[in-house]
């Protein structure tokens, strides 16, 4: 008879499978994967896609070998300065400030940047023991008071965590004379008044833009 | 500037990333990953798990090597006979037929069940041209037909796939003199009606069985 907590007990009876059960616990190590996805991912793989399990697992082992940080802004590459930091296309003048290399892609899928990237490969988090030491921001603070660096972007994100960082790094780099700016909070592009959220709207409102100046002349920012 | 569909389009001085593009792109064969959580999955690894990474790929490496197909039973196990079909303690008389190996655990894990298994790893779908001969129901048919099986039980999944299989099933076995049954449907453990659809409360009241039976002495099933 079906007891009623039999879901949480192993069959008593059941296989031990062995390099399947393995691969299952392994696929765990994928962020967002729990148990059930994990054993639902082994066992497609190994009934419908053999050849790309084992495709997945050469890629694996290539990437945790090759893949090192840029010794100019820390994102992941696979020689020692990345191809973004010798393109001779970008504006060397503007450093802009990323908590993660997906964040880069992301600010580099806007189209909207040509200068160049530091990759923080994390955020200040006190509480979790994240410090300045930690992620290494004395490296951020050589690499934009090189010279050449006018202007800093500061992109983290707009989480506590990400802005306290933002804030953290404003002041060193104020302290050093350079130019330091902020990604613009506001409305998104087709947000609706009535569904953005409180906070949102109210950073809106204090950091309008003037569309006519005003006879005094005083512009925005 | 941006621009409107820039999302769609590669940024044009992006890295080639190679080997972190590469594993993005393998990690895709995994069901329900797309391009997004692949990249996300991708970095992850690299950033914080590059032990777990290698362990995933031996683990992938192994288990295509390792895990065949019963030689009784048809499910996943690295021996010629699985220890679920070798073992003593399980009813040979019935045969519970599944359409993978996930529904057998799931099964198991009920504890109601002391039977063996038969996996289809599949189900017939003309739509895919899958039919009897792809999910090769002949090998069912020899090992339902071995003499000690007396009753086969139709666990196949309640879709529509599912269920015109087990008719197909059914129809088969039955010619051939075996018992046939199928696993009830009705109301869950736990269901209020209310929340219960239609198909399900037409089934049960449909396949309501007697709390106490009539004079006429009139069982159920």
Redesign the interface.
Known sequence: ???RN??A????????????D??A???R????VGPR?A?????????H??P????????????????RHCDRCNT???DSV???CR?G??DPAQLCVVE???DL?TV?????Y?GLYFVL?GRLSPLDGIGPKEIRLDRLIRRATDGVVREVILATNFTSEGEATAHYIAELLAARGLAVSRLARGVPVGGELEYVDAGTLAQALRDRRWVAAPPGGAGNG
Chains 1, 2 share one sequence.
């Open positions: 008879m079906a007891t039999a879901d007990r192993p069959a008593p009876t059941a296989e031990p499978l062995g390099s399947l393995a691969l616990r392994a696929l190590c994928l962020p967002g996805a054993q639902r991912m082994a066992l497609h793989l190994l009934q896609d053999r790309g399990a084992r495709e997945l697992a050469q890629a694996l082992l290539r990437a945790s070998e090759a893949v992941f590459t696979e990345c191809a973004l393109s296309k970008r993660t290399p997906a892609v580099e899928q806007t189209h909207a040509d490969m």
